[in-house]
C-alpha cells in the first residue's frame, strides 16, 4: 500500500503524506457504502457497527503515523477513559481538560522542536480531535449526572449523558474511520445516534393542511455530491494560486500599502480554499454515511449539520466580524462554546471571548504567530462588537441605505480580518511583526482603541440578537483557525 503512496505523490508532485491522507480519506465512500447499505442499523448489530468502524480506523492511524505515535494517542483516550469511570462526575471535566491539554501541549512542544515552521502530517491533528471530543464526553457527563436540569441550557440538555459510555462505544467515537483522521467533531450523543440510526427515526411533522407527515430516509444527493463539488473546486482554486502566490509574498518588501493589501486577499484565498477542501470533502463523506444527518426541521426539511464545519459564503462576504468567525471552523467553535465560553461566569478575570480565544490558541499551539492573531483577533471581535452597537442602527432606514451599510462593512470585515489572519500560517513572531509593520501597526491600534475607550451605547433591538448569537461566536477560533 506504501508502494501505491509514494507512486500518486511521485505522479502528482505532491507530499507523500498529504497524498496518503487523501487516499484513506476518500476510502471514505466505499467504506460509507458498506455502512449504508450493509450494516444499517435495521439490519445488523450496533456493536459490529462499532467494531467494525474502530478496525477501520485505527488500521488507517497505523497507515499514518505507525505503532509508536498511535501508542501515545490510545494513551491519552486510556486515561481519559479510565478518569470517566474512576472519578467523581462533578469534577471529572475538570481533570479531563487539564490532562488532555497538557498532552496535546506536549506534543505540540514537541513537534516544534522535531519539525519547527513544518507542516507534515502528524499525530498531534487527530490528537487535537481527540481533545475535543474527551473533553466533550466529560463535560457531557457532568451534565448529566451531577447537574440539576434547571442548571443546564437547551443544547446542554440535548447533549447531556446520563451514564458512562461503554469502552467500546468511546474508542469508536474517537477512532472511527470516517472522523478520526481529519474530524469533523461531534459530541459522544450525536455519534450514538447515528450508529444505533437513530438520528433518522424523525418525528412526524404536520403539513399546512394539519395532516401528520411520516419521513423516510432522506435523500443524500445534495449534502453528498454538492458539497464534494464544491471541495473539488476549493481545491482547483488552491493549486492555481499557491503556485503563483506563496505565503512569504505577503511580507515581501516591494509592495505599496494597496498592492499588499491585494497580495493579501490573493494569498489569503489560496490558503482558505485549501481548509475548505478538506472541511468540504469530510463533511461529503459524513452525510453519505449518515452522521451529518440531524433531523427534520418544524417544516420536515431534512437538516444536514452536524459535520457542516465551514460556510464558504459567510466566511467570504461575512457583512459582520461575528458572522465571519462563526462561519468558520463550525464544531471547533462549538467545542470552544460548549467547554469555555458556557462555562465561565460573566465577571470571570478575562472576558468569556477573550478566554475562548486563549483556550482556541493553546489547543492550535505555541508558535508565536498564533498567539498574535488570536490576541488581535480577540481585539477586532470586541471592537466589532462595539462599532456594530453603535452604527447600524442609523442604517436601516432604507434598503438602499442598508445594502450600501452591508458593502462598506464586508469589505472592512474582510480586509481587516487578513491583518490578523495573515500572522497564523507566517507562525513565526518575526514574520507576524514584519506584516504588521508594512501597515505601521495602524489596524491594531485601531481595534485596541475602539475596545478600550468607552462609546456611546447605542444598543437597541436588533443588538439583543447579536449578542445572543455572539455568545457562540465570541467562543469560535475565527476564521484564523486552521485545523
Same mark, same amino acid.
Given at each position: ?17 498529504? +497524498?496518503? &491522507?487523501?487516499? %484513506?480519506? #476518500? *476510502? ?5 457504502? =458498506? @455502512? ?42 486510556? +486515561?481519559? &477513559?479510565?478518569? %470517566?469511570? #474512576? *472519578? ?5 471535566? =475538570? @481533570? ?388
Amino acid at each position: 500500500m506504501e508502494s501505491l503512496f509514494e507512486s500518486i505523490a511521485t505522479r502528482a508532485g505532491l507530499p507523500l503524506d498529504q +497524498v496518503r &491522507y487523501i487516499v %484513506l480519506l #476518500s *476510502l471514505g465512500y466505499p467504506l460509507g457504502a =458498506l @455502512y449504508r447499505y450493509v450494516l444499517k442499523p435495521t439490519q445488523s448489530n450496533v456493536t459490529l457497527r462499532h467494531i467494525i468502524s474502530t478496525s477501520i480506523g485505527l488500521l488507517f492511524g497505523l497507515m499514518c503515523f505507525g505503532w509508536v505515535q498511535m501508542g501515545i494517542l490510545f494513551s491519552v483516550t486510556g +486515561v481519559c &477513559y479510565a478518569m %470517566l469511570v #474512576s *472519578l467523581p462526575t462533578s469534577a471529572v471535566h =475538570l @481533570y479531563t481538560m487539564l490532562f488532555a491539554l497538557v498532552s496535546l501541549s506536549v506534543a505540540h512542544v514537541y513537534r516544534m522542536v522535531t519539525d519547527y515552521e513544518g507542516w507534515h502530517l502528524d499525530f498531534t491533528g487527530p490528537l487535537m480531535l481527540i481533545v475535543q471530543r474527551v473533553t466533550l464526553t466529560a463535560f457531557a457527563l457532568r451534565d448529566g449526572v451531577a447537574c440539576k436540569e434547571a442548571e443546564l441550557n437547551e443544547d446542554q440538555k440535548l447533549m447531556k449523558l446520563m451514564e458512562v459510555p461503554s469502552l467500546l462505544e468511546y474508542w469508536s467515537y474517537n477512532y472511527n474511520f470516517h472522523t478520526f483522521l481529519a474530524g469533523p467533531t461531534c459530541t459522544l450523543k450525536e455519534y450514538l445516534n447515528f450508529v444505533d440510526g437513530s438520528n433518522f427515526k424523525a418525528t412526524p411533522t404536520q403539513n399546512g393542511d394539519g395532516k401528520v407527515k411520516t419521513h423516510g430516509e432522506p435523500s443524500f444527493f445534495y449534502p453528498v455530491i454538492g458539497t464534494l463539488l464544491g471541495a473539488l473546486v476549493c481545491i482547483a482554486i488552491h493549486l492555481v494560486l499557491v503556485a503563483r502566490y506563496p505565503l512569504t509574498e505577503v511580507i515581501a518588501p516591494h509592495y505599496s500599502i494597496p498592492q499588499r493589501v491585494l497580495i493579501s486577499h490573493i494569498v489569503g484565498l489560496h490558503i482558505r480554499t485549501r481548509y475548505y477542501f478538506i472541511w468540504l470533502f469530510v463533511e461529503s463523506i459524513n452525510n453519505y454515511i449518515g452522521l451529518g444527518f440531524s433531523g427534520y426541521d418544524k417544516k420536515g426539511k431534512p437538516v444536514w449539520n452536524v459535520c457542516k464545519n465551514i460556510n464558504v459564503f459567510d466566511v467570504e462576504f461575512g457583512t459582520n466580524y461575528r458572522a465571519l468567525i462563526t462561519a468558520w471552523n463550525v464544531t471547533t467553535s462549538l467545542w470552544l462554546r460548549r467547554v469555555c465560553y458556557e462555562r465561565l461566569p460573566p465577571k470571570f478575570i478575562l472576558s468569556r471571548s477573550m478566554s475562548s480565544y486563549l483556550l482556541s490558541a493553546i489547543w492550535h499551539g505555541f508558535y508565536p504567530g498564533y498567539y498574535l492573531s488570536f490576541l488581535c483577533a480577540g481585539f477586532m471581535n470586541e471592537a466589532a462588537r462595539k462599532m456594530r452597537r453603535l452604527l447600524n442602527r442609523h442604517f436601516q432606514d432604507s434598503v438602499v441605505t442598508k445594502r450600501v451599510y452591508d458593502v462598506i462593512t464586508t469589505v472592512t470585515t474582510v480586509t481587516i480580518n487578513l491583518y490578523a489572519a495573515i500572522c497564523f500560517p507566517l507562525l513565526s513572531a518575526e514574520s507576524g511583526l514584519k506584516y504588521w509593520s508594512y501597515f505601521y501597526y495602524v489596524p491594531l491600534m485601531v481595534v485596541v482603541v475602539i475596545t478600550v475607550v468607552p462609546l456611546p451605547d447605542s444598543s437597541d433591538s436588533s443588538d439583543s440578537k447579536e449578542k445572543s448569537a455572539h455568545n457562540g461566536g465570541a467562543a469560535a477560533t475565527g476564521k484564523i483557525e486552521t485545523k
